[in-house]
């Protein structure tokens, strides 16, 4: 009996996914829900699992494909998976598999270079490391060398003079110069062969994840009024009470107590301060709302994504560095879920792990702004007539000028930074 093999259902209002790598070849048995193949959609990589134990029959769909939701992607046999040894297997599939196994030359993997930037650790200095990694790799074939045993083509005695010949630099008739004071010959035409042959360019397909980010920054900076104002931070209450508690706060959640967590906190604070930024225009009506979905921007595997803390407001400092521990994991491994990409109110980025020192975030839409975090340093600053050197960090909001004035911005603002630089006042909520 044939059964299909089918994209599923990933999330609200995707059509169209990726096939990604399939994990079987044709001809392997598979087991049921075991994972069979990746599919990427516009938010997140998935696994689809096998529907049945089986043999892989055919795959309809290669690496690289689209393929609507509910299409049918490969088929799985399960009458011939009655032989654990292969018995009452379709000797021709499989013969056809195996020849296609074969290799027919050397594979060098050509991996895909790392995403640029991307800001999600909840701490610029020690936090869990959430930098993307190059997980899709292009198979190039390589011209082996002759083997062992394997002679190449014999040169006559008129061509090996040539060779000769062609090798040798040309000398003038009269006394060449002695060895230390000749000047090495090359070739103009040697250099540039060489030259030539070192200038390489590589075609790689956008990834469903990529284009879709693309066409929502275009998206940001077609449809929105986008202005940014920065300010800057003293880390140092903060710093503080992270050395005196970190080791305490690490035994009893088995988390590090980062960073993130009192952004997060003190947006919150400066969001109910002023609710335009955590509304959004919808068909010419402006939404306030009065819960706080912050999206928290990590590198993954395919690419910067922003999973979302529901009900921020109503977690604690712990259960924010868990979740976004989490989510950085998962990132890592392309696990997330598509419902945990959507629905934010609001989002921080942190550039500072990466080194990133000052920057223009983009707003995600249809989000009305967006904090940017960024390297934190030790700066000469004034203090009470005296220059002191303090750990100190730029913050940058962009926010959507159709909605928020840039006296709200810079209020909204200001209030992270007297949040952040007295931690003391988001636990007693001053």
Known sequence: ???????????????????????????????????????????????????????????????GETAQVGEVIGHLDQAEHTNVNGAGEDQTSVAESSEAKKPKGRRAKVTKPEQPFSAGESDSEDGPDAQPSATETTAVFVEQPPQQGETSAPVGPTQAAEIELEARPSVPDREAPSEQTRPAEIPVSSVARDIRSERQEKLLPMSQLRRRLAERLVQAQQTAALLTTFNEIDMSAVNQLRQIHQDAFKEKYNVRLGLMSFFVRAAIEALKLIPEVNAEIRDGSIVYRNYFDIGVAVGGGRGLVVPVLR????????????????????????KLKPDELQGGTFTITN??????????????????????M???????????????IRPMMYVALSYDHRLIDGREAVTFLKQIKTAVEEPVRMLLEL
Request: proline letters at 5%; charged letters at 25%.
């Open 1 to 63: 009996m044939t059964i299909e093999v089918k994209v599923p259902e990933v999330g609200e209002s995707i059509t169209e996914v990726e096939i990604g790598d399939w994990l079987k070849a044709v001809g392997d048995s598979v087991q049921q829900d075991e994972d069979l193949v990746v599919i990427e959609t516009d938010k997140a990589t998935v696994e689809i699992l096998a529907p049945q134990a089986g043999r892989l029959s055919k795959i309809l769909k290669a690496s």
């Open 311 to 334: 009900d921020a407001q109503s977690m604690s400092f712990a259960a924010i560095e868990i979740a976004i521990g989490d989510f950085a994991r998962r990132a890592r491994e392309n």
């Open 351 to 372: 550039g500072g792990v990466y080194g990133s020192l000052l920057s223009t975030p983009i707003i995600n839409p249809p989000q009305s702004a967006i904090l940017g």
């Open 374 to 388: 960024h390297a934190m340093q030790e700066r000469p600053v004034a203090r009470d007539g005296a220059v002191v």
